[in-house]
C-alpha cells in the first residue's frame, strides 16, 4: 500500500529522543521579525502549526490511510510514543492521528483498501488446505508400515514430496499466508531430523548405523511428523482468532499502551490453545509412543517464527531457525567426526547428553533454546499497533 510506504523498513524507525527535539522544535518556532528580514516595520505575530509540519513530513501516509489507525501504525514505527504527542497537544498517538487524518487531503480515488481493517474472512478452501498435510502424513506412515525394501524407499520418496507440497500450499492461503521470510530450508532440515536424527544419532554413538533405510531396521520416528502435519489446521485456527482479535481492539484502543496491555494477554492465549491442541495430536499419534520432546519445542518455535514473519519480522525467525538446524547438524556430525584418530574428544558433549536423557534431547533443547528468546521478541513486537498495520491491499 502506497499509504504505508514509510513502513516498508520497520528495522530503521526514528528515535523517539528525536522526534521529541523536532517536535519541541515545531512547536516553539519563532515568528520572523522584521530584523531578520532587514525592514523597519513592527513585528508581526503568527501562529506555529506543528501537527501541519507533521502531516507534510508524513504525506503519503497520510493520504494514502484509510482510517486514523493506520496512521497511528505509522507513526509508532518511525518512533513516536505518547509523550511525543504531548508535545503536539494530544493525549497520545491515537489522537494525533485522528486529528491528522481529518486534516490530511485525500486522493479523490484511494487505490487502497474499501474496507478498512476488516476481520479476515474462514474460507472452505484454506481448511481443507491445512487439513491436507495430515491427511497425507498419515496416508504416507501407513504405507510405510506395509511395505519393505526399494517399494518403501519409492512411497517414502513421494509421500515426502507430497507432503512437502501439500504443505507449502497450506501455508501459502489462509491467516498463515507470508511472502516476507524465506525459511524453508530449515524447517525442512528441522522436520527431517525429527524423523532420522535420533535413530541415526544414536546409531553413530553406538558405532552404526549398520542398515541402509531401505530395511525395517532403519530407525524412523513418525510421530512427531503426524502431530505437526495436522497441527497446521489448529494453527491456522488460533492465528485467525488472534487477528480477529487484534482488529476487532483496535478502535477501542486510547493508546499505545492500552492497545499493548490488551493484546498481549490474546497473543500468549493463541500460543498457549496452539501447544494444548499440539499436545493432544502427540498423544493421538498411536500406535507410536507420543513424542513430546521432539514435537512441542518445534511446534512452537516454528508457528511463533511463522507469526513474526507473518507481521513483517522475518529476520528473527530466519536466525532462530538457521540456528537450531546449525546445532543439531553439528550434534550429528561430532560422533562421525570422533572416529578420526585423535579426535574421540568431540563427541564427549553429545555422548553425555544422550546417555543423561537419551537422544530426543538433542531437538528438545536447541528448539527450547531458540523458542524462548523468540517467545519474548513476540511478546513485544506483535502487541505493537505498527505490527497489524496492512501493508498490501486486500482484494
Known amino acids: 500500500m502506497s499509504g504505508l510506504g514509510e513502513l516498508d523498513h520497520p528495522g530503521t524507525p526514528e528515535s523517539p529522543g528525536a522526534w521529541d527535539e523536532r517536535s519541541q522544535q515545531w512547536i516553539t518556532t519563532p515568528a520572523e521579525t522584521a530584523s531578520t528580514r532587514h525592514e523597519p516595520t513592527t513585528p508581526r505575530r503568527t501562529t506555529a502549526d506543528p501537527v501541519r509540519a507533521l502531516i507534510h513530513r508524513h504525506r503519503d501516509l497520510c493520504e494514502g490511510a484509510v ?22 497537544r494530544h493525549r497520545d498517538v491515537f489522537s494525533l492521528a485522528e486529528e491528522m487524518f481529518a486534516r490530511a487531503a485525500h486522493d479523490e480515488h484511494p487505490q487502497h483498501r474499501t474496507t478498512p481493517l ?8 484454506w481448511i481443507l488446505l491445512t487439513l491436507l498435510p495430515g491427511t497425507v502424513a498419515t496416508a504416507t506412515t501407513a504405507a510405510l508400515r506395509l511395505t519393505h525394501g526399494q517399494t518403501r524407499l519409492a512411497l517414502a520418496a513421494v509421500g515426502i514430496l507430497a507432503l512437502a ?17 524465506a525459511t524453508g530450508a530449515w524447517t525442512y532440515w528441522l522436520i527431517a531430523y525429527t524423523v532420522l536424527g535420533d535413530g541415526l544419532l544414536h546409531a553413530a554413538i553406538t558405532g552404526g548405523p549398520d542398515a541402509p533405510p531401505t530395511t525395517t531396521a532403519w530407525p524412523i520416528t513418525t510421530a512427531p511428523v503426524l502431530a505437526l502435519a495436522w497441527s497446521l489446521a489448529p494453527a491456522a485456527w488460533t492465528t485467525h482468532l488472534f487477528t480477529t482479535r487484534v482488529r476487532h481492539r483496535l478502535p477501542t484502543s486510547r493508546g499505545l499502551q492500552d492497545f499493548a496491555t490488551a493484546v498481549r494477554p490474546a497473543f500468549l492465549g493463541t500460543f498457549a ?14 500406535p507410536e509412543p ?19 514473519a ?28 570422533a572416529r578420526l584418530p585423535g579426535c574421540a574428544f568431540l563427541a564427549t558433549p553429545v555422548e553425555t547428553l544422550v546417555s543423561v536423557w537419551g537422544p530426543a534431547a538433542v531437538p528438545a533443547l536447541t528448539c527450547m533454546a531458540a523458542a524462548l528468546p523468540l517467545l519474548i521478541h513476540a511478546t513485544r513486537t506483535l502487541t505493537r499497533a505498527s505490527a497489524h498495520a496492512p501493508t498490501e491491499p486486500q482484494c
Open 118 to 125: 476488516a476481520t479476515p474472512r474462514v474460507r472452505a478452501d
Open 290 to 308: 507420543p513424542a513430546y520432546a521432539q514435537t512441542l519445542p518445534l511446534g512452537a518455535l516454528l508457528l511463533l517464527a511463522r507469526l513474526l
Open 67 to 88: 482510517d486514523p489507525l493506520e496512521i497511528a501504525a505509522g507513526l509508532e514505527a518511525h518512533g513516536v510514543t505518547d509523550r511525543t504527542a504531548a508535545r503536539f
Open 310 to 337: 507473518i507481521h513483517g519480522f522475518p529476520r528473527a525467525p530466519r536466525l532462530a531457525l538457521a540456528a537450531v538446524a546449525t546445532a543439531e547438524a553439528t550434534a550429528l556430525a561430532t560422533p562421525f567426526a
Open 165 to 181: 507440497l501439500s504443505a507449502r500450499a497450506a501455508l501459502s492461503s489462509g491467516p498463515l499466508a507470508t511472502t516476507r521470510t
Open 273 to 286: 490453545l496452539y501447544l494444548a491442541t499440539l499436545t493432544a495430536l502427540c498423544t493421538a499419534t498411536l
